[in-house]
């Protein structure tokens, strides 16, 4: 068997996904499982032993990421194995192993550029069944599809995460009080905070901004943001910092609440009223 599928949750009473997916923990959502000491879910024999002994995370933007993990079973050899990582909590992707060594243990999963801009989050965990046909969870780690290549400027509040190329430390600063000031109408019009950390990536650079979309860029646009990614990414031309942060960032991350909490909602006149308030 494989090893099961781990869904994003998705029932229960609130305004939307916003109330009612938590925060990410370090223990994957794996409905069924027993947790173990140190926050992973075993599938199948509670009484088997899973033993992590290194586990290594590598961005190699812009061509991709590189997990390893070596663990074994006490109940057999490796024998399938793969990566489940997401950006905002929300959705998921995976990528199998590439390379199973069964009698070691060591598994190395490649995931390949498919044009995502850098510094996303990257939360991942892996799945892994036995021989015996027990699977198990690593604990969630943390990451980032940081770009190694170049000089950036990072910062982080409670409230959101601003890497910035090409433009003063202001830029990212301004955005860190912009996202400040509108925490609480933020949650007064949606009901909840976000249930992750979005990300805003500012970009003042031309080719830094062609080169994580390459043979898709279109002059006319100068920013996407992406539930999905749980990010704001704006090619940034002008000198008026504030109105970036105070009037393109807000604006863009108030997208991504209607992103994430309006979803499957029938009244929309309702979602772009709160939309209104926001703004």
């Given at each position: 068997?494989?090893?099961?599928f781990?869904?994003?949750?998705?029932?229960?009473?609130?305004?939307?996904?916003?109330?009612?997916v938590?925060?990410?923990?370090?223990?994957?959502?794996?409905?069924?499982?027993v947790?173990?000491?140190?926050?992973?879910?075993?599938?199948?024999?509670?009484?088997?032993?899973?033993?992590?002994?290194?586990?290594?995370?590598?961005?190699r933007?812009?061509d991709?990421?590189?997990?390893g993990?070596?663990?074994?079973?006490?109940?057999?050899?490796?024998?399938q194995?793969?990566?489940v990582?997401?950006?905002a909590?929300?959705?998921?992707?995976?990528?199998?192993?590439?390379?199973?060594?069964?009698?070691?243990?060591?598994?190395?999963?490649?995931?390949?550029?498919?044009?995502?801009?850098?510094?996303?989050?990257?939360?991942?965990?892996?799945?892994?069944?036995d021989s015996?046909?027990n699977?198990?969870?690593?604990?969630?780690?943390?990451?980032?599809?940081?770009?190694?290549?170049?000089?950036?400027?990072?910062?982080?509040?409670?409230?959101?995460?601003?890497?910035?190329?090409g433009?003063?430390?202001?830029?990212?600063?301004?955005?860190?009080?912009?996202?400040?000031?509108?925490?609480?109408?933020?949650r007064?019009a949606?009901?909840?905070?976000?249930?992750?950390?979005?990300?805003?990536?500012?970009?003042?650079?031309l080719?830094?901004?062609?080169?994580w979309?390459?043979?898709?860029?279109n002059p006319?646009?100068?920013?996407?943001?992406?539930?999905?990614?749980?990010?704001?990414?704006?090619?940034?031309?002008?000198?008026?910092?504030?109105?970036?942060?105070?009037?393109?960032?807000?604006?863009?991350?108030?997208?991504?609440y209607q992103?994430?909490?309006?979803?499957?909602?029938?009244?929309?006149?309702?979602?772009?009223?709160r939309?209104?308030?926001?703004?």
């Amino acid at each position: 068997p494989s090893p099961t599928f781990t869904p994003v949750p998705a029932t229960g009473p609130g305004w939307g996904p916003c109330t009612r997916v938590p925060p990410q923990g370090i223990t994957p959502n794996i409905p069924g499982g027993v947790v173990d000491e140190v926050g992973g879910v075993k599938l199948g024999d509670p009484n088997v032993t899973w033993t992590i002994s290194e586990r290594t995370f590598q961005s190699r933007y812009p061509d991709g990421m590189t997990f390893g993990l070596s663990i074994s079973s006490s109940a057999g050899e490796i024998q399938q194995a793969r990566v489940v990582f997401t950006h905002a909590i929300t959705s998921q992707n995976t990528q199998p192993a590439q390379s199973i060594n069964p009698a070691t243990g060591q598994l190395i999963a490649e995931w390949q550029h498919d044009r995502r801009p850098p510094w996303l989050a990257v939360d991942y965990w892996w799945e892994v069944t036995d021989s015996a046909g027990n699977s198990y969870a690593t604990p969630i780690v943390e990451g980032e599809y940081a770009d190694l290549t170049r000089e950036w400027i990072r910062m982080e509040n409670d409230d959101i995460v601003v890497v910035s190329v090409g433009l003063p430390e202001l830029a990212a600063q301004l955005a860190l009080d912009a996202m400040v000031a509108q925490r609480e109408i933020f949650r007064e019009a949606w009901g909840e905070l976000l249930p992750y950390k979005p990300r805003a990536i500012l970009i003042g650079r031309l080719d830094v901004w062609e080169e994580w979309q390459p043979g898709l860029t279109n002059p006319n646009v100068i920013g996407t943001t992406n539930g999905t990614w749980g990010a704001v990414v704006q090619r940034v031309s002008g000198s008026d910092l504030t109105d970036l942060a105070f009037g393109t960032v807000l604006h863009e991350v108030a997208h991504l609440y209607q992103d994430c909490c309006a979803a499957g909602l029938p009244d929309r006149e309702l979602v772009q009223r709160r939309q209104r308030d926001l703004l």
